[in-house]
């Protein structure tokens, strides 16, 4: 809570200031070196995002060398400082050095920014990772709405100087101050570390960490697009609400509402629908809702504004109805998108260097949104589209992006079938989650229902698992790019094809060798009657030759599901769709007591009568 808070007002703080100073920029009409309003509020933008550019890069490696708890509180009072130097510039009306506190604020949020998200995994545990993520997305852009809507209120209201917005922005960041002194310590990572003070190698250094792991480099690609299309939205709805739908500012701050509150929304529905897991599954859900709702509110926006048009005008007409469904379901499809990416970022980044990649993170994120901004400039300048046109791009484009980062990491779209599979076809009660290791070499040995059994074990359990099959289920069509794209194991008996038997054991010792989990049905095939069949002895030359501990696992209430062979498919009982099914997971059995007599005697204690 205090780590949440801190950031919240952190992040709420920012837009006050910017906002309120846009404001003044705009309406008071100050000037500054011959550049007019327009030109100043857009320069205003780029002096924020500047230092993530420049110094991202630097800061990444304080975050790592440092503790993090310490950090913050310093860049809190840093924040403290800078708000009393907004003071001095609101009572002097002096333009220049109101820029320079924005440059600061800037500068604040990229020292803040891997620190931010470079702790999360040192002071969560790992079930809770997805949670967490959400609440600060989640309360980031609460934050966001509540500081756009705040600022120019608060730099609006009658006085000789905008002492409100002065007094505001002053008293959030001690407020923000004293809730860090509450966050817990977060020792260092990597203390070692020399700080390099060459902000352009630091840089390229941070983008190589990224690039180390192909999963982490994409979804990195996939974060930094979302802002990309976040930032094309966010943008366009002022003048979107002015000049599509004619409406005012009252009108504009419900729309931009309707975009936070999905967002917040999608986000913490996250964790309920991953079930405290890292599911990536739900990104490739994400990018087709952004994708739907984005192209329909192209569809849904009217052809002519109808001037003056109040909120209670806009949502008495049914027609909009559509325009406040899609804003909604934008966000909370966003939601769904963003906040998984996050949380594989940093469960899959390297812990000594998470900060650094974070802050690569931050400097692609703003070259996006940079990129977003010219990009609509030329759209809806030079080019004469529309803003509804503009968001008709920014659809298709999504879809593009999206499948490209799919095809080269398949490993999302995969994650997304067994998804859909465990949230629709069933539901499945787990429990026991705590008896398999977080890391090292495992084995979980289960009996096998149904051709869907690896699938189930494999979405429900937090480590990725490779699962050792039949050869002919492996290569089951639809199914055989979900098997191969996890990394499952074809295997045969020895007298069907020796040569993928060798290569099956030889796969599975490599798994071990990695310290990840290997995933065995030892009965050799599916139950034709419901019943555990007699457990082969492949698991007793496993273990002899590598010792690790096995996981019991019993599926259970499967047998004449939709997957099972209790019935032929034309007899298949509809009652049993969407029915609940059980993972019950049991206590690791240490190496030296592992036999296939032992094992069948667990999983049949853990099922019970529970076909």
Not at 7 to 18: H, I, L, M, P
Not at 80 to 98: Q, R, Y
Not at 285 to 312: K, N, Q, R, W
Not at 364 to 389: C, D, H, K, R, T
């Amino acid at each position: 809570m205090p780590f949440f808070m801190t950031q919240g007002f952190g992040a709420f703080n920012d837009n006050v200031f910017k906002n309120a100073l846009a404001a003044l920029l705009v309406f008071e009409s100050s000037k500054m070196a011959g550049l007019n309003t327009d030109q100043l509020v857009n320069f205003s933008a780029m002096v924020f995002i500047l230092p993530f550019f420049l110094f991202s890069a630097l800061f990444g490696q304080f975050a790592d060398k440092y503790e993090k708890s310490m950090q913050i509180r310093r860049v809190k009072l840093l924040e403290v400082v800078i708000m009393l130097l907004a003071t001095l510039g609101f009572w002097l009306d002096n333009v220049p050095l109101l820029m320079f506190v924005l440059f600061l604020l800037g500068l604040q949020s990229t020292i803040f920014g891997p620190i931010k998200y470079g702790i999360l995994p040192r002071i969560l545990k790992r079930e809770e990772l997805v949670g967490g993520n959400a609440l600060i997305e989640m309360g980031t852009f609460v934050a966001i709405l509540g500081g756009t809507i705040a600022g120019p209120q608060l730099a609006g209201i009658e006085a000789s100087w905008p002492y409100w917005a002065s007094a505001a922005c002053l008293a959030v960041a001690v407020t923000g101050y004293l809730f860090s002194l509450r966050i817990p310590p977060s020792p260092a990572v990597a203390p070692d570390l020399e700080i390099s003070w060459n902000i352009f190698a630091e840089t390229v250094r941070n983008m190589k960490f990224i690039n180390q792991n192909r999963t982490v480099l994409n979804s990195v690609l996939g974060i930094s697009w979302f802002w990309f299309f976040g930032a094309i939205f966010l943008v366009q709805i002022p003048s979107y609400t002015q000049n599509v739908l004619g409406g005012d500012k009252h009108l504009m701050s419900a729309l931009l509402a309707l975009f936070i509150i999905g967002i917040s929304t999608g986000s913490l529905l996250c964790e309920r629908l991953s079930g405290k897991q890292v599911e990536i599954g739900l990104v490739p859900f994400g990018a087709i809702g952004l994708t739907l709702f984005g192209l329909d509110l192209y569809f849904a926006s009217p052809e002519a504004p109808v001037a003056g048009i109040t909120v209670m005008e806009f949502l008495a007409d049914g027609n909009n109805w559509r325009i406040v469904i899609d804003l909604l379901l934008i966000g909370t499809f966003g939601g769904f998108y963003i906040v998984p990416l996050y949380a594989l970022v940093q469960s899959r980044s390297e812990q000594d260097h998470l900060s650094r990649v974070i802050a690569g993170l931050n400097i692609l994120n703003s070259l996006f949104m940079v990129v977003a901004a010219v990009s609509a400039m030329l759209i809806l300048g030079p080019a004469g589209l529309s803003i509804p046109e503009l968001f008709l791009i920014t659809a298709v484009l999504n879809a593009v992006v999206a499948v490209y980062i799919f095809t080269l990491v398949p490993e999302f779209l995969m994650r997304f079938l067994v998804w859909i599979l465990i949230h629709t076809i069933y539901r499945v009660k787990v429990t026991g989650m705590d008896h398999i290791p977080e890391e090292g070499p495992v084995i979980l040995a289960s009996n096998h229902v149904s051709f869907a059994d690896p699938l189930i074990l494999g979405g429900m359990i937090r480590r990725p698992v490779n699962f050792v099959m039949y050869h002919k289920i492996y290569k089951i069509p639809v199914l055989n790019f979900i098997f191969r794209t996890g990394k499952a194991i074809p295997i045969a008996g020895r007298a069907e094809d020796p040569r993928i038997l060798e290569n099956a054991y030889r796969k599975m010792h490599g798994v071990l060798e990695s310290e990840d989990v290997l995933g065995i049905f030892p009965e050799g095939g599916i139950t034709r009657d419901g019943e555990i069949q007699p457990f082969r002895h492949g698991i007793d030359k496993v273990i002899a030759e590598q010792p690790v501990p096995v996981v019991p696992v019993a599926l259970c209430n499967l047998w004449g599901s939709l997957f099972s062979r209790r019935d032929s498919l034309l007899k298949r009982r509809p009652y049993k769709l969407w029915s609940l099914i059980e993972l019950r997971i049991g206590e690791p059995i240490p190496p030296e007591e592992v036999s296939a007599e032992r094992l069948q005697r667990e999983v049949e204690n853990l099922r019970g009568e529970d076909r």
